[in-house]
Nanobody
Framework: QVQLVESGGGLVQPGGSLRLSCAAS????????MAWYRQAPDKQRELVAAITSSGRTNYADSVKGRFTISRDKAKNTMYLQMNSLKPEDTAVYYC???????????????WGQGTQVTVSS
């Protein structure tokens, strides 16, 4: 079994910062791409940022220059540093792993439960 647990969400004023974490637990031996998605009320889930096993990153245009994705491969943990937050960043943020090996078997498309980020004065 594998579980993704997000943390670090909360309420922050515009211009503020938050750091999200996503920890993967289980008998994990390999993780491919880790990513953050978000879903605002009445909107589709969208990709925020992704990072490959080699450290290559990709960002949505709306967060470039403000958000930074990183990962600690030894801990199977991913982070999202969010600076200069705007009200339009308000959403539930989900972490995702596209492919990973758990207990010797490939698992695809694993999601966390989500963490709420609210940007408001």
């Amino acid at each position: 079994q594998v579980q993704l647990v997000e943390s670090g969400g909360g309420l922050v004023q515009p211009g503020g910062s938050l750091r999200l974490s996503c920890a993967a637990s289980g008998s994990i031996s390999s993780v491919n791409v880790m990513a953050w998605y978000r879903q605002a009320p009445d909107k589709q889930r969208e990709l925020v940022a992704a990072i490959t096993s080699s450290g290559r990153t990709n960002y949505a245009d709306s967060v470039k220059g403000r958000f930074t994705i990183s990962r600690d491969k030894a801990k199977n943990t991913m982070y999202l540093q969010m600076n200069s937050l705007k009200p339009e960043d308000t959403a539930v943020y989900y972490c995702n792993i596209d492919r990973l090996i758990v207990a010797g078997a490939w698992r695809n498309d694993v999601w966390g439960q989500g963490t709420q980020v609210t940007v408001s004065s």
